[in-house]
């Protein structure tokens, strides 16, 4: 019997999905493993960002969750809590009032992370305050409150590194915007400023087996309620591509690519539609021709505004 030649892309086509769909269902039961029992801090578990705290918690994380609100706190960790699995074991997580713009508080702050479990595995830094305004309108009050939250803040938590160093190991991630690598008109420095400090920290700390990762999106894009359960479309698919296109970033794949970041230990991760990922290429290669386009930009926007 003669095979026909016709059917080899379609039979291609069903083999590379299937190895795919193979490839995806170990990668998540790795994901789960690799970070069970392990100390995880998120900054700002009560925003969009912050759906990770429900992938880490299905792992069997140790979960530090933080917030400005109280309330809001509570309402996630019983959304935790109601939601696990019995026959798997999970940590009921511990809750830790966190505000940027106290930076006075920082300390006993730090403190008590350290002292819910006596380390930290992995440190999520995601809080982050935006800001649209030209520079001549921004107090010298509000450019101090930006870099506190935006600068100062994650700068400060870094300052457990001590409770790392002996242990040759440990985690920080800083979920940041496309804009730590792209300085855009009308918007706060502050993220270009952090980034290069993990930058920074990144090569001062790899001689004891920390890792220091970035993560850069674009727009968190919630005016869908996103479910970590329910995912309209794998992370990596053509579908989830359009919708960064389109919508930005939805907070259940930024969520999908911190637990990859923790578990792959990747350095630097770009989550953007190609645009902006062009751009930052422009901004060495080209930066004359990005300063133009740039301009224009400007100059189209306050001709709008008149």
């Known amino acids: 019997m003669v095979f026909p030649s016709v059917m080899a892309l379609p039979l291609l086509i069903v083999l590379a999905a299937g190895l795919y769909y193979i490839y995806n269902e170990v990668m998540q039961y790795m994901s789960k493993s690799l970070v069970r029992n392990k100390v995880v801090v998120i900054t700002d578990a009560v925003s969009g960002v912050g759906n990770c705290a429900h992938l880490f918690h299905k792992g069997g994380a140790r979960l530090i969750l933080c917030g400005d609100n109280w309330d809001k706190l509570e309402s996630l960790y019983d959304s935790l809590i109601n939601e696990a699995d019995p026959s798997e074991q999970t940590f009921a997580p ?66 457990i590194l001590p409770t790392m160093i002996p242990r040759r190991s440990g985690h920080i991630i800083l979920v940041n915007s496309i804009q730590g690598r792209l300085a855009v008109p009308f918007r706060a420095a502050s993220k270009h400023a952090v980034q290069a400090f993990f930058d920074c920290l990144r090569a001062e700390v790899e001689e004891y087996g920390i890792t220091v990762s970035t993560i850069s999106h674009t727009f968190i894009d919630s005016t869908v309620p996103s479910s970590p359960e329910k995912h309209a479309s794998k992370p990596n698919s053509l579908a989830a591509v359009a919708n960064q296109l389109a919508h930005g970033v939805r907070p259940s794949v930024l969520a999908d690519e911190i637990m990859r970041t923790v578990n792959r230990k990747r350095k630097e991760v770009v989550l953007s539609h190609p645009i902006p990922r062009v751009a930052v290429h422009l901004r060495s290669l080209l930066p004359s021709f990005l300063f133009a386009v740039l301009g224009a930009g400007v100059k189209d926007s306050v001709l709008a505004e008149q």
């Open 94 to 159: 511990k809750l830790v009032i966190l505000d940027f713009s106290d930076m006075e508080s920082m300390e006993d702050v730090t403190t008590e992370m350290v002292d819910s479990y006596g380390c930290v595995d992995v440190l999520i830094c995601n809080s982050s305050m935006k800001l649209k305004a030209p520079v001549q309108s921004i107090s010298l009050e509000l450019d101090r409150n930006i870099m506190d939250i935006n600068y100062f803040g994650p700068t400060t938590l870094t300052k």
